[in-house]
C-alpha cells in the first residue's frame, strides 16, 4: 500500500482561494492537507525603532481576513490551523509530527520572509517545496530580464515588461484533501475590536474585497481615477484595493482581468490606463525588493550614500501624532492613527515633511507605516520610502514637496485640515537641544 502524501500550505500573503495555483496545486498532489498561518510573536513585539509590531487597525483587519478564510476552507471540510510560534518552530514541529512531503507557500519579496524559507529548507531537507507567484501580475519565469540585471528605474522596467501578458486568473479552490490534525484555538485569542470614533470602512477577508472589487467597477469610478486619485479623502476618489491586495485577500491579476472586462465594455480611456499604470508601480516594487534583499531596509538605501538625516525622537513622535507646525501633516497623521489608511497624495506629503523638514531618518517613517498601514506590503512600503528620501530608484534624486503649496492645491478651505483637526497651538519644534540624541546605526 502507498505511502499518503501530507501536504503543508503556508498561508502569508495570500489569503484567498480564487487565483491561487498554489491550492490548486495542493489540491491534486496530496492526500492530506493542513492549511496554517503563522504569527510570530516576535512580530508583536517592539522593534529596533521603538515601534510596536501591528496597530490595533492591522490586527483587527488581520483577524478579520483569517476568519474569512477558515470560513470559507470550512465548507470544503478543511480548517485554518492558526500556529502562535515562529514559522521556523511550527512548520519544524509540524513536518515531524505529520511526515510532511510537500510544502506549499506564496513567493515572497521580503528579505526576512525568504530567510525563513532558506531556513526551513535546511531543516527540512527531505520535504519537496513548492513555491508559486501569487502576489505579482507576472510569474518569474515571465520577466524578460534576470533579477541580478534588474532595471535601475521604473521606466526600465515598464519598457521591458510591457509586452508581456497578464496570465489569466486560476480557477477558485473549490476541493481541498482533508487535514490530518485537530484545529488549533489559537484564532479566539484574537481581543476583541470595538468600533473606533471613526467608522471603520475597511474590513478584512477576500468576500470583502471582492466585494469592493465589483462594487468599484460597478460605480464606473475607474473612468475618472486619475482625476480623483489625489484627494485626500472620501471612498469613491481611489479604487481603495490596496489593504486586501496587500494581505492577498485580492489577487492582483484579478483585479487586472476585471480591469479588462471593464474596458471591453465601458471604454479605455486615460484613467483606466492610470490604474494599470498603478498596478504597474506596485510590480516593478515587488521584484524591486526580490533584488535588493536587506539592502530595502539600508539607510543609504540602495545609492550607497547617505542622505543628510538623523533620529530626533521628539519630533518623530510629535510627526507620528499629528503634533507639528503643518497643519496638513498633522490632519493625515491623524487620519492614519485613526483608521489604518491614508491616501497616496497624503503619504508623499507627509514622508516629504518628515525628511525634508524635520530631517529625521526616513526609515523610522517607514517603520511606522509598517505599524500602522492596513495596506502595509513590505517593498511598496520601504520601496517607496527609498525612493521619496533619495536612496532608491528614482533618477531625480530626493522628492521635496512644498506643504503650503500641498494644502493649496488639495485642501484649500481647510474641510480635511479641520475633519481631522490638524491645527494644534503654535508650540516650538523642539523642547529640548537635540545636540545628545541618538542615532540608530546600520
Same mark, same amino acid.
Given at each position: ?7 503543508? @500550505? ?11 495555483? #498554489? ?8 492526500? #492530506? ?9 516576535? *512580530? ?14 492591522? &490586527? ?23 500556529? @502562535? ?5 511550527? !512548520? ?10 510537500? !510544502?506549499?507557500?506564496?513567493? +515572497? ?13 535546511? /531543516? ?6 513548492? *513555491? ?25 522596467? /515598464? ?46 477577508? =477576500? ?8 462594487? @468599484? ?6 473612468s475618472h481615477y486619475k482625476e480623483q486619485r489625489n484627494e485626500l479623502d472620501g471612498w469613491g476618489n481611489s479604487s481603495k484595493f490596496s489593504p486586501w ?6 489577487? !492582483? &491579476? +484579478? ?11 465601458? $471604454? ?14 506596485? *510590480? ?5 525588493? #526580490?533584488?535588493? $534583499? /536587506? ?19 521628539? &519630533?518623530?513622535? /510629535? ?37 525634508? =523638514? ?6 523610522? $517613517? ?25 536612496v532608491g530608484a528614482d533618477p531625480r534624486g530626493k522628492r521635496h514637496f512644498d506643504i503650503e503649496k500641498q494644502t493649496r492645491q488639495y485642501d484649500p ?30
Amino acid at each position: 500500500m502507498a505511502m499518503r502524501k501530507v501536504g503543508l @500550505y503556508w498561508f502569508s500573503n495570500d489569503l484567498r482561494l480564487h487565483d491561487n495555483a #498554489n491550492l490548486l496545486n495542493a489540491a491534486l498532489e496530496v492526500d #492530506n492537507l493542513l492549511c496554517i498561518y503563522c504569527l510570530d510573536p516576535n *512580530e508583536l513585539m517592539t522593534n529596533h525603532y521603538g515601534l510596536m509590531g501591528m496597530s490595533h487597525n492591522r &490586527r483587527r483587519f488581520l483577524k478579520e481576513s483569517l476568519l474569512d478564510l477558515d470560513r470559507q476552507l470550512q465548507k470544503m471540510g478543511q480548517h485554518l490551523l492558526i500556529c @502562535y510560534q515562529s514559522p521556523v518552530k511550527a !512548520i519544524s514541529d509540524l513536518a515531524s509530527l505529520h511526515k510532511l512531503s510537500f !510544502i506549499y507557500r506564496s513567493r +515572497q519579496t521580503g528579505y526576512y520572509e525568504n530567510q525563513q524559507r532558506v531556513t526551513i529548507q535546511k /531543516k527540512l531537507p527531505l520535504v519537496q517545496f513548492v *513555491e508559486t507567484d501569487t502576489h505579482t501580475l507576472f510569474a518569474l519565469d515571465q520577466l524578460p530580464f534576470p533579477l541580478d540585471k534588474f532595471p535601475n528605474t521604473f521606466t526600465q522596467f /515598464k519598457n521591458s515588461v510591457a509586452q508581456l501578458s497578464v496570465v489569466k486568473p486560476q480557477l477558485t479552490v473549490e476541493f481541498l484533501p482533508p487535514s490530518p490534525a485537530l484545529r488549533s484555538d489559537w484564532i479566539s485569542r484574537f481581543p476583541d475590536y470595538s468600533k473606533s470614533e471613526h467608522e471603520i470602512v475597511f474590513h478584512g477577508g =477576500e468576500t470583502a474585497g471582492l466585494k469592493q472589487l465589483t462594487n @468599484y467597477f460597478a460605480s464606473g469610478s475607474a473612468s475618472h481615477y486619475k482625476e480623483q486619485r489625489n484627494e485626500l479623502d472620501g471612498w469613491g476618489n481611489s479604487s481603495k484595493f490596496s489593504p486586501w491586495l496587500a494581505n492577498g485577500n485580492l489577487s !492582483i &491579476r +484579478q483585479i487586472c482581468f476585471k480591469l479588462n472586462n471593464y474596458e471591453q465594455q465601458t $471604454g479605455a480611456n486615460e484613467s483606466t490606463y492610470w490604474l494599470f499604470f498603478e498596478l504597474l508601480w506596485r *510590480e516593478y516594487f515587488q521584484w524591486y525588493a #526580490n533584488h535588493h $534583499g /536587506k539592502r530595502l531596509f539600508a539607510f543609504q538605501g540602495i545609492k550607497q550614500q547617505k542622505p543628510l538625516t538623523s533620529f530626533y525622537p521628539e &519630533r518623530f513622535r /510629535k510627526w507620528c501624532s499629528g503634533n507639528i507646525p503643518y497643519p496638513l501633516v498633522n490632519a493625515c497623521m491623524k487620519q492614519l492613527n485613526a483608521t489604518g489608511f491614508m491616501s497616496n497624495r497624503g503619504r508623499q506629503i507627509v514622508a516629504s515633511c518628515l525628511v525634508n =523638514e524635520l530631517a529625521v531618518d526616513w526609515r523610522h $517613517g517607514a517603520a511606522y507605516f509598517e505599524h500602522q498601514l492596513l495596506d502595509y506590503d513590505v517593498a511598496s512600503n520601504w520601496g517607496n520610502w527609498q525612493y521619496l528620501a533619495g536612496v532608491g530608484a528614482d533618477p531625480r534624486g530626493k522628492r521635496h514637496f512644498d506643504i503650503e503649496k500641498q494644502t493649496r492645491q488639495y485642501d484649500p478651505d481647510a474641510l480635511f485640515i479641520n475633519k481631522w483637526q490638524g491645527y494644534i497651538q503654535n508650540l516650538p519644534l523642539d523642547s529640548v537641544d537635540a545636540a545628545d540624541w541618538p542615532v540608530v546605526t546600520e
